[in-house]
């Protein structure tokens, strides 16, 4: 069964992966600047605010004095990271060794802003203007009702039904990923896509995020541009409402795209309309570990394979269906069990034995999680018993050879084969072998070159 292993990457992954030129572009902007102090590692920090008053290059040596001896793996990896970023640029001189100095427009813009103090990119509307805005607490179950509805939309379409509500912007992340469409079939799920719906929270906005990035291009958009202003978003303050007259039109269709997943609240007046960020944008800044808040579970796992959760969502019900056998539901129980034949069905969609426990230990019940382990060993080991029975036979392409002429010939071809990596298996005493695919046509041309 192949293995998928889909990747969320925070903001910072994807700026170190942008060139040179947009890198530096970036740092034009003094909330980039604020953004990627705040994502770096804390050694990578103290070189930053070391050396940000100072304009000469630094030798390697004198920033290594400044680590303890058990912090030198801690020190490699803050400087890979700062010459990723190019927030370091690196000298090396045979005579005088390696030096390292600030990027200059990194510099000056994080020397302003620690200086004059920050600014918010655009000043919130004021109330009088504006109709009255929801609680933190409206806004919160907002954010999390419509981060439900896109993904049960996701698993809908899994079972054929189509996606609606959803812009075509976000169809097209989706599609790169997440759904296939074959001929004139509905869009089903793909394996990332059954193992997306496993993530936490935040890995699944990391990845959609990432994907809606990557796929800029495509819609006209530069990259850089908005990786700026979702940064820019994630400095506004959660429940304020921001006029959208501040916007340019490009910002304004990227923020009806984030409305579909809650990231912000579109509201319309009389005159003017607004946005209103939610806790998703704002936290967009903050690393991936940072970010992962562990919610309070709702999984009771049995030593029996019983499985009850104490939920009255709709997604949490249609998630479990993915790989437990759904037996009841009352109002705010669901009782299933896990089964040979549901976790079948889950292997054959992709999903993995580890990613089906790592599931049920971040959302198990906070009685249950107080234990350790939190889900009963027998089950978790059945779990990947039963996933190693589908790994008993492997498939690999080959191709069959016999009728050899002589028994040097065929002696010949399995040294060759076995030589390339390519003997599966021979038959001596039949002068049979098989090969892989992969070395058939060096296979082919060895043999013709024999029967001459």
Not at 70 to 83: P, Y
Not at 252 to 260: P, S
Not at 324 to 340: D, F, G, M, S, W
């Amino acid at each position: 069964m192949p293995q998928v292993k889909i990747i969320a990457k925070n903001f910072m992954d994807m700026v170190a992966s942008l060139t040179a030129i947009k890198l530096d572009k970036l740092y034009n902007n003094v909330f980039i600047c604020e953004a990627i102090l705040r994502s770096l590692p804390p050694l990578a920090k103290k070189y930053v605010l070391q050396l940000l008053f100072t304009d000469v290059h630094v030798p390697s040596t004198m920033i290594e004095e400044w680590v303890l001896a058990d912090g030198v793996s801690k020190h490699r990896v803050a400087i890979d990271r700062l010459i990723q970023l190019r927030i370091f640029t690196e000298t090396v001189d045979r005579k005088k060794g390696t030096s390292y100095s600030l990027n200059p427009t990194f510099q000056k813009n994080l020397q302003k802003h620690i200086i004059s103090g920050g600014v918010l990119p655009r000043e919130p509307m004021n109330s009088n203007n504006a109709i009255k805005l929801p609680s933190l607490q409206e806004l919160e179950t907002y954010a999390l009702h419509q981060w439900e509805c896109f993904l049960l939309q996701l698993i809908n379409s899994g079972q054929g039904e189509k996606l609606t509500g959803i812009s075509s912007s976000m169809m097209k992340v989706f599609q790169r990923g997440l759904l296939s469409q074959r001929d004139r079939d509905g869009p089903r799920l793909t394996e990332s896509g059954f193992q997306f719906l496993l993530m936490d929270t935040n890995a699944q906005l990391w990845y959609i995020i990432r994907e809606y990035i990557s796929n800029a291009e495509e819609r006209d958009v530069d990259p850089a541009d908005l990786i700026s202003f979702l940064l820019e978003l994630s400095f506004h303050v959660t429940g304020e409402a921001y006029n959208l007259n501040t916007l340019t039109d490009v910002q304004r269709t990227t923020l009806k795209d984030l409305a579909d997943l809650g990231l912000v609240k579109l509201q319309q007046g009389r005159k003017d309309s607004w946005f209103i960020p939610t806790k998703l944008a704002t936290n967009l800044s903050v690393s991936l570990a940072d970010s992962s808040v562990r919610k309070e579970g709702y999984v009771m796992m049995e030593t029996n394979f019983r499985m009850y959760a104490y939920s009255t969502s709709k997604l949490q019900c249609e998630i479990l269906r993915l790989f437990a056998r759904i037996e009841y539901q009352l109002p705010n129980l669901i009782a299933c069990a896990v089964t040979k034949e549901s976790l079948y069905n889950a292997f054959d969609n992709g999903i993995t034995s580890d990613q089906i426990i790592t599931f049920l230990q971040q959302n198990s019940h906070p009685r249950c999680a107080a234990r350790v382990p939190s889900i009963p060993e027998n089950v978790t080991d059945q779990i990947r018993l039963w996933e190693s029975d589908l790994k008993r036979t492997e498939m690999t392409q080959a191709h069959f050879y016999d009728e050899f002429p002589s028994k040097d010939v065929f002696e010949a071809a399995c040294d060759f084969a076995r030589e390339w990596g390519g003997l599966l298996w021979e038959d001596s005493k039949r002068m049979r072998l098989v090969v892989k695919s992969e070395v058939h046509n060096q296979m082919r041309e060895f043999l013709h070159t024999q029967s001459k």
